[in-house]
């Protein structure tokens, strides 16, 4: 399917504050969006993947599709929120992807979107269940929000900047295909840059560190390139971030972001790590050495770098297993520091300090 993409003229008032890849979770959403005190004037920006992985799908949808009648909200299709192309544009595949991840309950996820809807009119997800009569009965009873869906174009391209949930695909934007816009993985690793800037989500930003990693919006000047995914719901130490434009024009950025992780103080110093290695999904594959009720000891199997591992973060079958993004850096931290707790172990807490993960040996206060 061709790409979508809507031209809009941006006030000149207020501010421009861009979200993405809320995974359906509302309650950080709303925690955001209390931080950002919004005023009348500002624009806010949705950069796709609203919904999926979380809890609550419908409900985020329809909180965007409400504030969208009481504020300037502007959004564009994820490759997580495109569902209306499996009701209104459906073929014999997308029947069966759509009974698949209906019957997989959300892969491993929370609900997604259409199992959320069969919920709420009765509608039973089973192996013998009519797909006709499946869109039927939900496209009867979900008009409004498919439609909210359907209206969504893949990239707003406006003055100064271009939104758009993956990235900007190569070649002529007439030709450009929606897929290649919302599904479009590392685009930051990709070397290109740009007249206007672009802002994506998709891709968690941690995806782009080194042996060490940082949640925050990653913004490259030179390319101009703004790449905001936090790892909502994602990632175990993830974070809703929200990029802020302070005016149309502004490339003076700053952001916000949001997670429920309790903040502490450091009471004493620690130096940082020499060395260390940051795990990540898609290159997450170990071995277990030593297997231990609290940590493993384990070895990336790529780079056969030994390190211990939340036993709670391995998963898959026995043998060589996959973890959850993972690190053994310890944080450079001073007295009064103040840190987001995310795991407290009997040997040191998890935190985060400035968006940046790492452990931390001392005492909090
Ligand atoms: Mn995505």
Not at 32 to 52: I, W, Y
Not at 158 to 185: L, Q
Not at 211 to 238: F, H, Q, Y
Request: proline residues 4%.
């Amino acid at each position: 399917m061709r790409a979508v993409i809507e031209k809009v003229k941006l006030p000149t008032e207020g501010r421009i504050i861009a979200i993405s890849d809320v995974h359906a979770n509302l309650p950080y959403l709303r925690g955001l969006l209390d931080k950002l005190r919004l005023q009348d004037e500002d624009t806010l920006v949705f950069c796709g993947d609203l919904m999926e992985k979380g809890g609550y799908s419908l409900e985020t949808l329809r909180y965007v599709m409400r504030l969208s009648q009481e504020r300037r909200v502007l959004a564009v299709q994820g490759n997580c929120d495109c569902w209306q192309n499996s009701i209104y544009r459906a073929t014999g595949r997308s029947d069966m992807y759509t009974k698949q991840y209906l019957l997989s309950n959300g892969a491993g996820w929370g609900p997604g979107l259409l199992a959320q809807m069969c919920g709420e009119i009765g509608f039973g997800i089973s192996e013998s269940m009519d797909m006709n009569e499946f869109r039927r009965e939900i496209s009867a009873a979900f008009g409004p929000e498919f439609d909210f869906l359907e209206a969504l174009p893949h990239v707003i391209l406006t003055d100064h900047y271009v939104f758009v949930h993956g990235g900007i695909p190569k070649g002529r934007p007439e030709e450009w295909d929606s897929w290649d816009c919302m599904k479009n993985d590392d685009f930051l690793g990709q070397g290109r840059s740009f007249n206007r800037w672009i802002i994506v989500g998709h891709w968690p930003v941690v995806l782009y560190g080194g042996d060490t990693v940082c949640a925050n919006p990653i913004i490259e000047r030179e390319r101009k390139i703004i790449s905001i995914d936090g790892g909502c719901v994602l990632k175990d130490d993830g974070q809703l971030n929200a990029l802020i434009i302070p005016h149309n024009g502004s490339e003076d950025f700053a952001f916000e972001h949001y997670d429920r992780f309790p903040v502490r103080t450091v009471k004493t110093a620690q130096a940082g790590s020499e060395k260390s290695a940051y795990i990540r999904w898609g290159d997450n594959l170990v071995r277990i050495l030593e297997r231990g009720e609290e940590f493993s000891r384990c070895m990336h199997i790529r780079t056969g770098y030994v390190l211990d591992i939340l036993t709670k973060y391995l998963y898959g079958e026995s043998g060589d297993v996959r973890c959850n993004d993972c690190t053994d850096y310890v944080l450079p931290l001073e007295p009064g520091d103040r840190v987001s707790v995310v795991e407290e172990t009997s040997r040191s807490c998890l935190v985060k300090h400035n968006g940046v993960t790492g452990w931390y040996g001392g005492e909090l206060l």
